[in-house]
């Protein structure tokens, strides 16, 4: 059994369906990727995992056992960590501080008789932000504020980490580094699950792929595989490669587009 399975699950706001019966799966030592063009509905599939949205129908099953009734506290005290779209770190404290805050948490009554320094300066050097320490967090680059996030993350220890758009905001070097990053986290057995829009990093780094289209996972496979997926580049494109030069291809799914506008992303290559 996976660490985390998400089986069949629905979320309902109003009329609107943002997750359609989705069911997919990440486990230990593996990177899993959530993808799919705005509104698809993978935010709220991790609003979900983490309990900030219940669902309407379904079950989020983690390490063997129903999570549904769980508060979202419990859930991250029993190892599920995810960072933000939105950056949510204390502006006005150093970036230390900020990671020392999430270290101390995590560790309760007992960080009060540990010193948290050492781990600290060691999660801001790995995340490759240690010579930002000192500065005020609003003061730092959006890139190194994502770093920043995931250190703050790490201090959790999570046994499955949760990424919303992880790489926004980094350049090519500091992608490349972070992608290093996720496949050490996992070769030390950490289930990450990632939602991103750079196909490069998402096909580069992830073991399996799951593809959401208006609420509901239209493929899910290794990177070569959802690749090549004909739905998956019509939920892209509007079109398959399948289809000739010439096609116009409806949506892939007959359902109204949830948000009225959605993004198509580029396909990945
Ligand atoms: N609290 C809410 N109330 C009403 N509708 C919502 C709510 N949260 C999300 N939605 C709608 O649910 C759908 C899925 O949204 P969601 O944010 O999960 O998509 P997403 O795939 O994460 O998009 P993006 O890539 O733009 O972040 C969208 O139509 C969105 O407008």
Known sequence: MALLDVDDVVVRFGGVTAVNEASFTAD???ITGLIGPNGAGKTTCFNVITGLQKPTRGKVTYRGRNI???PVHKRAGHGIGRTFQRLEAFGSLTVRDN???AHDIHGGVLSWLRPSAANVDALLDRVGIAEYAGERADSIPTGTARLLELARCLASDPKLLLLDEPSSGLDEAETDAFGELLKDLAGEGCAVLMVEHDMDLVMSVC?????????????????????ADPRVQRAYLGYSETDGDTAVIEPVTGQVAATG???RAEVPS
């Open 28 to 30: 230990s030592g593996l």
């Open 68 to 70: 549904n009734h769980w």
């Open 99 to 101: 990671v020392r805050v």
């Open 207 to 227: 073991d399996e792929i799951h593809v959401l289209d208006f609420g509901q996972i239209i493929a899910s496979g290794q990177p070569a595989g959802v690749r």
């Open 261 to 263: 506008g959605q993004h």
